[in-house]
């Protein structure tokens, strides 16, 4: 992929850059917003360098081993023809391309146009070709001294690559890197994410949707063998609650164990702290307590009821939510993933929120005598108390109470008038963030129909 242009944007091939590049980019970006600064090595690069050539000689002096090995352990029988090496042929491809002969470094072929060539390994800053990729695995492993290396678990089945790659990597008297094998995402109801099924979700749009500590959460609460179901609908507000409720918990604790613990409670405190610690961007900060303030649920409401964000600061700040004015960076940042979650066709529909200004046919059909007179009374309570979600929380409750009327069914008829659904966020919050003459109102329109 080394030397294959990158595509533009119609898909044809382009002046600058080549394929691996274009579509390794978007991940390197989206791990360093997540955190993640990893060391790239180009592996057309190190061939080009000839950082591969001992592993290639010792290949070839020793192919019949390394045939051995590949065929014993995968259960693969390998072609008459098999050569631990792949050189380019005339037309630049390697498929059909057969080595008729060797004389290190020279190695002859013959492509599948009848051409003939030959290619010298020690001519530096020209790809000749590579390894197979059973082979070129351990010879990475060796020159950039690899001593653990997490892979996928197709690679970690039983006569997989890893099982033949450690195997073929005593070959080049280097001892295998430690396994550690993990098991794949799948997107939540299609399966395992794959880009040749066409089962994926970019990188950047995930980062888009998700805060990337959030996102770095879903991996730290996962042990490697066990898949992980990426569900960016109604799972992720569960998943954003269980992370703020953990840090929460952990920040009240404190990081000093509790001398009594059982063991299996200390084992429990250790991996409640790793996890926070690993979902953590910044490697080393604490975490941010202040974006627990406001649980990600009551910001996807906001996000829905108000266009701007400096009203969203304004109302959690006159809420007690926050304590300044302005958020933090962490806030501000989960603010902007949940206005383009709602604006995708990831968000779910049972969270997004139609707010009523009239009373609808479902909610009067929910009205009865007795419920009447509960909104008449309900609506000349919230006309005149203290608008804060305390305030309104208390005048449903006892109102309820007074006009002997099932709590649940009162919030049930509530949510009709002001959502037309059964159901929705906390009713206190979401009354407090509406103006106080719209929610008199409407209640008042119930009661006159």
């Not at 898909?11 to 360093?32: I, R």
């Amino acid at each position: 992929m080394g030397a294959i242009p990158a595509p533009d944007g119609a898909g044809k091939p382009s002046e600058g850059g080549n394929y691996g590049e274009h579509f390794l980019s978007p991940f390197v970006e989206a791990l360093k917003l997540i955190g993640v600064e990893p060391r790239l090595v180009d592996n057309y690069q190190s061939y080009l360098e000839g950082r591969f050539n001992p592993a290639i000689r010792t290949f070839i002096d020793k192919r019949e081993q390394a045939r051995e090995i590949i065929e014993r352990v995968s259960g693969r029988e390998l072609e008459d023809d098999w050569f631990p090496f792949n050189p380019v042929g005339s037309d630049g491809s390697m498929d059909g391309v057969v080595v008729v002969g060797h004389d290190w470094p020279v190695i002859h072929w013959r492509d599948s146009l009848g051409v003939e060539g030959s290619c010298d390994l020690s001519q530096t800053g020209v790809f000749h070709g590579k390894l197979p990729w059973r082979l070129d695995w351990p010879a990475k492993w060796a020159w950039l001294g690899v001593t653990c290396e997490p892979f996928g678990k197709d690679h970690g089945a039983a006569g997989g690559s890893y099982d033949t790659g450690s195997e073929l990597s005593a070959l080049l008297d280097y001892e295998a890197p430690l396994p550690l094998t993990y098991e794949w995402i799948q997107l939540k109801g299609m399966g395992a994410m794959s880009s040749s099924s066409g089962i994926t979700i970019g990188p950047l749009e995930a980062l888009r949707l998700v805060p990337p500590e959030i996102l770095r959460y879903l991996i730290a609460r996962n042990k490697t063998n066990r898949h992980i179901d990426f569900d960016t609908g109604d799972a992720l507000i569960e998943l954003a609650d269980e992370y703020e409720h953990l840090l929460g918990r952990v920040a009240q604790e404190g990081d000093v164990m509790a001398g009594d613990l059982k063991r299996r409670q200390k084992v429990a405190w250790e991996v409640d702290r790793a996890q926070i610690r690993l979902s953590q961007v910044k490697r080393g900060t604490q975490p941010e307590l202040e974006a627990t303030s406001v649980s990600f649920r009551h910001l996807a409401m906001l996000a829905q009821i108000r266009e701007r964000d400096d009203d969203i600061w304004g109302s959690l700040h006159s809420s007690g939510h926050l304590a300044a004015p302005q958020p933090s960076t962490t806030l501000a940042k989960r603010l902007s993933c949940i206005r383009v979650w709602i604006g995708s066709e990831h968000f779910p529909e049972g969270f997004r929120l139609r707010i009523q200004s009239q009373p609808s046919a479902a909610a009067l059909e929910n009205v009865t005598p007795q419920t009447r007179e509960y909104l008449s009374a309900l609506a000349a309570e919230l006309a005149h108390c203290e608008w804060s979600t305390d305030s309104i929380s208390n005048a449903i409750r006892k109102l309820a109470k007074e006009y002997e009327i099932v709590l649940r069914q009162a919030f049930i008829l509530l949510y009709w008038i002001f959502l037309d659904q059964h159901y929705g966020p906390k009713m206190a919050s979401l009354l407090f963030e509406l103006p106080r003459s719209e929610v008199v109102a409407l209640l008042g329109g119930v009661v006159t129909e």
